[in-house]
């Protein structure tokens, strides 16, 4: 027997059992539920065919068309169904791991597309479970989580701080941690996109944000990085980044010469014509002449003096936004580091707050 459940439910369940988007691959690459897998009932053409004569027919030729294309690929999605739950149970590490037969669908709003494949799934003997209101109804749920409160300590510093590093050390450490720029494939700057994979779309981002936020208990501390509202191409909700500019701020105070040794073992492994890119691309903010004076390090292979310039205007960009927070004096604690080293940094940052009866929630 098929339930629809909501999707709070839906979202816990997903943590167990597979998720099946049967959307068109161009509605799921766009964004989706993280972890769903795509076993879309239409192409993308097909899809807008069978749209168009809903629009103009009516909803039974829709029907019929739908159920054209339908009846040939029964039996690829059943066998695609069914892989996807082996895999699971393989991976899974419950009791029943092996033997789960339950599995999750949803199209974009509950509608005909995840009921017929439901139908199938469930008289070839699935569990299946479908999500009132479908993915529609999922993005109003991530929507709703960034208005909720949230206890966050965020980790500030200039650039070249190791900041992503500390965030690690404190996950391994137990700590609540999520990673901004992680989830955004994005380290922030001009520079930050490079080594990273494509950033994923704004919906996409948020999805994954709302789900890494949906993991955390009401009363635990959150630790995330000091950014900027916008990190590469997709933004922070606007809710959240206004919690973030009103929590402590934790700031590692790490000497110039020794962030500027950080930045160029990092970022001097990547191609000189990126680096070059990436410069003349800030070069409004940088000015014409550290810009070109930057490029010509770069050019040489002074890849250090490059980088003094770049670091000296980064400095005072993040500098000028950590002194727009209201109440700084209240928020923010330094923490005097000798050097960028994440593991040592976050220890630290722990010790500080035990010696001032801070205790890590």
Known sequence: MIQKI???????MAAQFPVLDVRSPGEYGHAHIPGAFSVPLFTDEERKVVGTAYKQQSREVAIKIGLDYFGGKMRRIVEEAEAILEQANKQSKGKDAGSSKTILVHCWRGGMRSAGIAWLLDLYGFKVYTLTGGYKTFRTHVLDLFDKEYRINIIGGYTGSGKTKVLKALQKKGEVVIDLEGLANHKGSAFGDLGEEKQPTQE?????????LSKTAKSATIWMEDES?????????????GTMRTSPVFFLEIPFETRLQYITEEYGK?????LINASI???????SLNTKNA????IENNLSEA?????????????????ERENLNELLRVIPCETADGKT?????????????????
């Open 281 to 287: 691309r800030i070069q409004k903010r940088l000015g």
């Open 204 to 212: 996409m981002f948020e999805n994954l944000l709302a789900l890494e």
């Open 229 to 241: 509202m916008r990190i590469g191409t997709t933004m922070l909700p606007k809710a959240l980044w």
């Open 307 to 323: 980088f003094r310039i770049l670091l000296t205007y980064y400095d005072k960009y993040y500098e000028r936004g950590l002194h």
């Open 270 to 274: 990547f191609r000189k014509e990126d």
């Open 345 to 361: 940094n976050a220890a630290q940052i722990l010790t500080a707050m035990s010696d001032t009866g801070k205790t890590v929630q």
């Open 295 to 298: 490029v010509n390090n770069f």
């Open 6 to 12: 909501r999707v709070e439910e839906f979202v816990s």
